[in-house]
């Protein structure tokens, strides 16, 4: 087993050097070929695994090298396959496949098809790293290398200032919540002297709650940024200039979820800390209803989806913080699927529409578009969690746990939010797919992407639809690692209610939808009543937090930036550094004037070393003789 | 009075002072030349009495090999003084002076 598992970690690092070996060369088809396949190399590894650990096997566990070793600090190179790791390996290695795939038809006309499929095979061995490190030094380094390749893609048009501005931002916002994650690293190894996963886990329990508590919020900080939860979350639609498969995989499926990822694997720790669970739990329903609402209104079919995500992972933190682990699992993996599709068939609709985001400006591509209205129709029902489609079964349990913990505020906020999630959904999909075709006003000529990305985008639209069926083997697999029990709502009456309740309740947000925008017939201008309302104005401008950065935080810590710049680092540092070199230098120009060439005056300054030596040795060693002497008349003198 | 090795130590000293005033204030090269010798020949002097006065040959060895290098360089030496008198028809130091950074 150990073979697919090496198989399944460094194939993608292969793929990537591979590429790596073709970016200053034009286009080359085959990259884009032996990455998919080493990619798909590593997802039947991965599968194998899979198949091992559902037969029951022991958790595959390797140590492929020491990495630190230093007095007691003792980090190996260590991976482990086990019912969590690998559902997490098959998402992510299942949606990079695919998404691989689909890049050679999306990247077709790109200069930086090369590069990109290096970036791209990068991510993926980051986050395999990432997803089966044994110890929370090797998930950090993990954690920095998706961040990386986040950066690199998000800011892959690099010449667009957008896209670079937005790669920094997504950047720096991480690197300040990475620093929260590495002090909790730190004091996990502080207090339990180990970062391997079983043995900080062992030691938990012996620490008392307030430890406990500091290193779970400050691991929550990390899992925050990547999971781009409020107040961290602003990057995450910014970050949709990157290519769209990158925001399918990355910004989607894979790396935004390691956040929950990092949640459910410290699952020990925060079922010792059930407040800080709680605190997550609220902001994560919080983030599913905030971001859902910016989703409403906004403009930018890309950024619709994104906030979309953002909702879906608040659904995840809010079961992961009520200690339904398994339920967050799942649901990451049902939305991996769906998403993802989402994404790329919204990469199809921009193809078509040249690069288009509005989707005011498109309306009645159902008829140039068949099978990508049919995957984005089909991913959307699965997104409103309607049966018996994927995320009816994720998002449905994760409300029966809500309900069943007793936590009806945050049941009820999640309720709401499922009714705006279908709500936003079908609006894009009304406008995009339905309606007067409004792009013929732009000149626009639209066509369907090429069928082979239609093939590489099935597996996900089966997998949309069927993968409730999973839910059963997925519990049992799980349900001993994530200590993982079924939600149980003691009176049948009350589950009948709430299951048929809720999917009134999102059909009539679909069915609302469609009413309001599939016969839309203009573009709007900005001059409608309910566009200059002070809601919709809020809801648009993401509730002016963007504002609100830069004009509080952005500016004010540019113009600090000026004034140490100015002050302390010309006057301060710069001058000294500056005043060393011109000693140096003053000193040179006076004394090359010694160097005149004259054979006369060299014996001189000869002779003048020849003393100078001299009588440093008489002195030193003089003084070496009587050091005794010189010592006690020093330390009578009292030096 | 006995000869003893502080003698040779002064002579040798005293020696090696005038070579050294000789090849600070000389701007005859062939004088500069003569100066170099009296430098390398007062400590040949202090070697052999040191030798001398410890019962080891090591140091009167040590004077032969200085003498032989002395001469090689004052072989080689004149050669080039012979070479630049030929040359520039003056061998003034102060006219050495192409050397200048």
Same mark, same amino acid.
């Given at each position: 087993?150990?073979?697919?598992?090496?198989?399944?970690?460094?194939?993608?690092?292969?793929?990537?050097?591979?590429?790596?070996?073709?970016?200053?060369?034009?286009?080359?088809?085959?990259?884009?070929?032996?990455?998919?396949?080493?990619?798909?190399?590593?997802?039947?590894?991965?599968?194998?695994?899979?198949?091992?650990?559902?037969?029951?096997?022991?958790?595959? /566990?390797?140590?492929?090298?020491?990495?630190?070793?230093?007095?007691?600090?003792?980090?190996?190179?260590?991976?482990?396959?086990?019912?969590?790791?690998?559902?997490?390996?098959?998402?992510?290695?299942?949606?990079?496949?695919?998404?691989?795939?689909?890049?050679?038809?999306?990247?077709?006309?790109?200069?930086?098809?090369?590069?990109?499929?290096?970036?791209?095979?990068?991510?993926?061995?980051?986050?395999?790293?990432?997803?089966?490190?044994?110890?929370?030094?090797?998930?950090?380094?993990?954690?920095?290398?998706?961040?990386?390749?986040?950066?690199?893609?998000?800011?892959?048009?690099? /010449?667009?200032?957008?896209?670079?501005? =937005?790669?920094?931002?997504?950047?720096?916002?991480?690197?300040?919540?990475?620093?929260?994650?590495?002090?909790?690293?730190?004091?996990?190894?502080?207090?339990?002297?180990?970062?391997?996963?079983?043995?900080?886990?062992?030691?938990?329990?012996?620490?008392? *709650?307030?430890?406990?508590?500091?290193?779970?919020?400050?691991?929550?900080?990390?899992?925050?940024?990547?999971?781009?939860?409020?107040?961290?979350?602003?990057?995450?639609?910014?970050?949709? !200039?990157?290519?769209?498969?990158?925001?399918?995989?990355?910004?989607?499926?894979?790396?935004?979820?390691?956040?929950?990822?990092?949640?459910?694997?410290?699952?020990?720790?925060?079922?010792?800390?059930?407040?800080?669970?709680?605190?997550?739990?609220?902001?994560?329903?919080?983030?599913?209803?905030?971001?859902?609402?910016?989703?409403?209104?906004?403009?930018?079919?890309?950024?619709?989806?994104?906030?979309?995500?953002?909702?879906?992972?608040?659904?995840?933190?809010?079961?992961?913080?009520?200690?339904?682990?398994?339920?967050?699992?799942?649901?990451?993996?049902?939305?991996?699927?769906?998403?993802?599709?989402?994404?790329?068939?919204?990469?199809?609709?921009?193809?078509?529409? /040249?690069?288009?985001?509005?989707?005011?400006?498109?309306?009645?591509?159902?008829?140039?578009?068949?099978?990508?209205?049919?995957?984005?129709?089909?991913?959307?029902?699965?997104?409103?969690?309607?049966?018996?489609?994927?995320?009816?079964?994720?998002?449905?349990?994760?409300?029966?746990?809500?309900?069943?913990?007793?936590?009806?505020?945050?049941?009820?906020?999640?309720?709401?939010?499922?009714?705006?999630?279908?709500?936003?959904?079908?609006?894009?999909?009304?406008?995009?797919?339905?309606?007067?075709?409004?792009?013929?006003?732009?000149?626009?000529?639209?066509? !369907?992407?090429?069928?082979?990305?239609?093939? =590489?985008?099935?597996?996900?639209?089966?997998?949309?639809?069927?993968?409730?069926?999973?839910?059963?083997?997925?519990?049992?697999?799980?349900?001993?690692?994530?200590?993982?029990?079924?939600? /149980?709502?003691?009176?049948?009456?009350?589950?009948?209610?709430?299951?048929?309740?809720?999917?009134?309740?999102?059909?009539?947000?679909?069915?609302?939808?469609?009413?309001?925008?599939?016969?839309?017939?203009?573009?709007?201008?900005?001059?409608?009543?309910?566009?200059?309302?002070?809601?919709?104005?809020?809801?648009?401008?993401?509730?002016?937090?963007?504002?609100?950065?830069?004009?509080?935080?952005?500016?004010?810590?540019?113009?600090?930036?000026?004034?140490?710049?100015?002050?302390?680092?010309?006057?301060?540092?710069?001058? *000294?550094?500056?005043?060393?070199?011109?000693?140096?230098?003053?000193?040179?120009?006076?004394?090359?004037?010694?160097?005149?060439?004259?054979?006369?005056?060299?014996?001189?300054?000869?002779?003048?070393?020849?003393?100078?030596?001299?009588?440093?040795?008489?002195?030193?060693?003089?003084?070496?003789?009587?050091?005794?002497?010189?010592?006690?008349?020093?330390?009578?003198?009292?030096? | 009075?006995?000869?003893?090795?502080?003698?040779?130590?002064?002579? %040798?000293?005293?020696?090696?002072?005038?070579?050294?005033?000789?090849?600070?204030?000389?701007?005859?090269?062939?004088?500069?030349?003569?100066?170099?010798?009296?430098?390398?020949? %007062?400590?040949?002097?202090?070697?052999?009495?040191?030798?001398?006065?410890?019962?080891?040959?090591?140091?009167?060895?040590?004077?032969?090999?200085?003498?032989?290098?002395?001469? %090689?360089?004052?072989?080689?030496?004149?050669?080039?003084?012979?070479?630049?008198?030929?040359?520039?028809?003056?061998?003034?130091?102060? %006219?050495?002076?192409?050397?200048?950074?």
């Amino acid at each position: 087993m150990e073979k697919y598992l090496y198989i399944a970690l460094f194939a993608p690092l292969v793929s990537s050097l591979f590429s790596a070996l073709f970016t200053a060369t034009p286009k080359k088809m085959f990259t884009g070929i032996v990455a998919s396949l080493l990619i798909f190399s590593s997802l039947v590894s991965s599968f194998v695994l899979l198949m091992y650990i559902l037969d029951g096997g022991e958790p595959v /566990h390797v140590e492929m090298m020491t990495w630190m070793a230093t007095g007691h600090l003792y980090i190996p190179f260590g991976f482990i396959v086990d019912q969590v790791s690998v559902t997490m390996m098959m998402v992510v290695t299942l949606v990079s496949t695919i998404v691989h795939i689909y890049s050679i038809g999306y990247m077709d006309h790109d200069k930086g098809f090369n590069r990109f499929f290096s970036w791209l095979s990068a991510f993926v061995f980051s986050m395999m790293v990432l997803v089966m490190s044994d110890n929370y030094a090797g998930l950090f380094i993990g954690w920095e290398g998706v961040g990386l390749c986040s950066w690199g893609l998000i800011g892959f048009w690099f /010449h667009k200032e957008v896209a670079t501005w =937005a790669a920094n931002e997504a950047f720096i916002m991480n690197r300040i919540a990475d620093l929260g994650m590495l002090i909790g690293i730190f004091l996990v190894y502080w207090n339990t002297g180990t970062l391997q996963y079983d043995g900080a886990f062992a030691a938990f329990s012996t620490l008392d *709650t307030a430890t406990l508590t500091w290193i779970g919020i400050f691991l929550f900080i990390g899992a925050m940024g990547k999971s781009a939860q409020f107040p961290l979350h602003t990057w995450l639609a910014d970050a949709m !200039e990157g290519p769209t498969p990158v925001s399918a995989l990355i910004h989607a499926a894979t790396m935004v979820t390691a956040g929950v990822y990092l949640v459910v694997r410290s699952g020990e720790l925060y079922d010792l800390i059930p407040n800080v669970g709680l605190f997550i739990a609220s902001l994560g329903a919080f983030v599913a209803l905030f971001a859902a609402s910016m989703a409403l209104v906004n403009r930018d079919m890309k950024r619709i989806i994104a906030y979309s995500t953002l909702s879906q992972l608040g659904y995840m933190f809010a079961a992961a913080g009520l200690g339904a682990y398994w339920v967050a699992l799942f649901h990451l993996m049902a939305h991996a699927f769906f998403k993802a599709l989402l994404f790329l068939g919204a990469g199809n609709v921009m193809h078509a529409m /040249h690069d288009e985001l509005d989707p005011f400006k498109m309306g009645g591509l159902k008829k140039v578009m068949r099978w990508t209205w049919i995957m984005m129709t089909i991913a959307s029902l699965a997104l409103a969690g309607i049966f018996p489609f994927a995320g009816f079964f994720s998002k449905d349990t994760i409300l029966e746990a809500a309900f069943a913990e007793h936590h009806f505020v945050i049941y009820g906020v999640l309720l709401f939010t499922a009714g705006l999630t279908a709500f936003y959904s079908f609006r894009l999909v009304a406008l995009i797919f339905h309606g007067e075709e409004r792009y013929k006003i732009f000149g626009i000529h639209p066509h !369907e992407a090429y069928r082979f990305m239609l093939i =590489a985008m099935s597996p996900l639209l089966i997998l949309a639809m069927i993968a409730g069926v999973f839910q059963v083997p997925f519990f049992e697999m799980v349900e001993e690692i994530l200590n993982a029990h079924e939600y /149980h709502i003691h009176s049948h009456t009350t589950l009948l209610i709430m299951l048929v309740g809720t999917q009134v309740f999102v059909a009539l947000a679909i069915l609302y939808a469609y009413k309001k925008y599939a016969s839309w017939s203009s573009v709007p201008d900005g001059t409608s009543a309910i566009e200059n309302s002070f809601v919709y104005k809020l809801l648009y401008n993401q509730y002016y937090i963007p504002y609100f950065y830069e004009e509080y935080i952005v500016k004010s810590y540019k113009e600090m930036s000026e004034v140490f710049w100015t002050k302390v680092d010309m006057k301060i540092v710069d001058a *000294t550094v500056d005043g060393i070199a011109g000693i140096i230098y003053g000193t040179g120009e006076k004394t090359r004037d010694m160097q005149s060439g004259n054979l006369s005056t060299m014996l001189k300054w000869m002779v003048a070393g020849l003393v100078g030596l001299l009588s440093l040795a008489v002195v030193f060693g003089l003084a070496a003789r009587y050091s005794d002497e010189i010592l006690s008349i020093l330390s009578a003198l009292g030096v | 009075m006995e000869i003893g090795l502080n003698h040779y130590l002064v002579l %040798s000293t005293i020696l090696f002072a005038i070579g050294l005033v000789g090849v600070m204030r000389r701007k005859n090269l062939l004088l500069l030349f003569f100066a170099t010798e009296i430098l390398l020949n %007062s400590v040949n002097v202090a070697f052999a009495a040191i030798s001398h006065y410890y019962g080891d040959l090591t140091g009167q060895m040590f004077a032969f090999f200085v003498i032989a290098i002395a001469a %090689s360089e004052v072989a080689v030496g004149l050669g080039l003084l012979i070479v630049w008198f030929k040359r520039h028809g003056s061998i003034d130091l102060d %006219s050495l002076s192409s050397m200048k950074g």
